[in-house]
């Protein structure tokens, strides 16, 4: 109201409530009225509003909300399934009632690599916008800023999208509840202070939190890999706590990076002595290689790359920018092996991942964490060595140019075990990120050649037959109860120390036809948590040798959803009649082969059952019909007995 003096009518406490939702800019409020829109109106757009003022609130127009909408429509990138929906679902719901001025709403989503965060937080993104709900996308990390604008921008302006894109430390000044909704991918990668040299705000969970009436934050805590990342599950819910925000917590847990493999995951931890697991030897699921030198590493990349344009390199941070300022320079040199490439920062930086030519050059851990590839060659450097049975971290031979470890040599000046530590961690952290952006495989060259050899005696498979061999999941069973099957146990135990066991066929017939069963007792069982959907049954015969021995007790998650592509699974059919137990039930991996139709629904053409033993022979069903296919549990490991 350009020509409204000042009067205490208007803007009277007695409005407070309105003047709250609709904000009034009176004859002196010219710079307020200014601050407003440069908020919400991050680019000119030459004369398209970017927002319509409707029923006195902000909210997106609905020619954005329609074209973001049928952008997603039949991307795949973009497709949710299992516990992805259920966050989801979970967010929409708080995210309403907080639009609806139903509270302060703050919801915390743990998930590892692959999991599929970043595919919830952009559905969310869209459909929270379609709904009128005033809604930010929300990352540290510039690559998937990026990357998500280019792929979504289609036939908007890229200032529209630009627009819903924003950095986390663009909430420094920002009113409460400004925003019904704020989305936070890679929320461990937070910091605390924001701007360019660490000066503005308090911190930035604070600011995100108090910004939104809904905050929804992704995090994996073992992908922080700088000194100033605070995104930790704790200081979350202590921030959300003292701003008077509801916590609610939810997690993605099915893997679809690194061939679905947990198993893979579980191996690199062990590894990388990030944590201790079972999986001493890695399987054959994914299709992880150590390449004895930097030039065969790029040729297997490039040759990858000509099948779909996602094959890339990566190297940790232990090689000076050079070519920042000599565009003639070369920055990864290692002359023995005739080798020489740039850094990608300085020509296509955060859009690398998407750009052919990029291949030619090597990324790094600020370019690509966040992001994907089905293929990923990862050059280690000095910062990691095996020494004596240790993988031993060296922040000194990271490259000075890496603002990563920024202040390590402040804090080992403070407290140098305290500094070790969290560096240990950070470069841990960093190669075990690097090392899950492949969803197909992922090729590694060492610097160090004594981590190559530990790295080689990790994949071999020299074991004995008559020995169990662990993988990630296997569960032990205490010593002292070896093999000890209990008739019946109190029913306070079941499903919570105590498995039911089962034979294969008894199992199929209860879990996948619904008939009834007997158990044939109940075994203990340490170190897992159970519940309801699990049971055991002995596997015999070799044809999934060597992750699964002959007369093997395994246990299985019944009820199983979503993509099985790539697991092993126990599944029953009229037509099989498996070699080794002669009945129409198996235990192998499943892959199979699908059809779309006109109406965008899908059919299975073949369901192929393979052996982990190359010296048995696939089992192949052609056009599966409902109801004669089941698969009727998923594999989750051996049992020690």
Known sequence: MHNYEPDNVITNNFYGDYLQKAPVFLKPDVLKLREFIKKYVKHGDLGAAMYRIEHGRIRPSKSLADKLASLLQGNQEFIMIDDQKVVYETALELAKKASAGGGKYVLIVEGGPGTGKSVVAVNLLVT?????????????????????????SGVLTKTRITNLFNGSGAYTECPVNSFDALIVDEAHRLNERSGMFQNKGENQIKEIIQAARFSVFFIDEDQRVTLKDIGEKEELVRWAKRLGASVHNRGLSSQFRCNGSDGYLAWLDDTLQIRKTVNIFLDDVYDFKVIGSPSELRDLIYEKNKISNKARLV????????????VNAKDIVIPEYDFSMRWNLSSDGNLWILKSESVTEVGCIHTCQGLEMDYVGVIIGEDLVYRDGVIITDPKKRAKTDSSVKGYKKLLEKDSEQAKVRMDAIIK????TLMTRGMKGCYVYCVDKELEAFFRSRIKEIVPRNKTLYFSNVIPVAEEERFKL?????????????????????ACGFFGRGTDAREEGWLKVNGFQLNKNMFIAKVVGKSMEPSIPDGSYCIFRSNVVGSRNNKIVLV?????????????????KYTSKKKQHEDETWEHEEIILLPLNKEYEPISIKNPEEGEFIVVAEWVGVVKI
């Not at 209990?486 to 120390?497: G, M």
Request: glycine share 6%; aromatic share 12%; net charge positive.
């Open 429 to 432: 952290n960093t190669y075990r």
């Open 486 to 506: 209990e008739e019946s146990v109190d029913k306070k135990v079941q499903y919570k120390e105590y498995l039911p066991v089962y034979t294969l066929e008894a």
């Open 128 to 152: 929270l916008i379609g709904k009128e709900i005033n809604a930010r996308y929300v990352t540290k990390n510039a690559a998937p800023r990026a990357v998500y604008e280019s792929k979504l």
């Open 315 to 326: 190297a940790g941070y232990c090689w000076d920018w050079v070519s920042k300022s000599d």
């Open 572 to 588: 029953q059919h009229n037509s099989i009649n498996d070699v080794e137990n002669g009945g129409r039930y198996t235990v192998k």
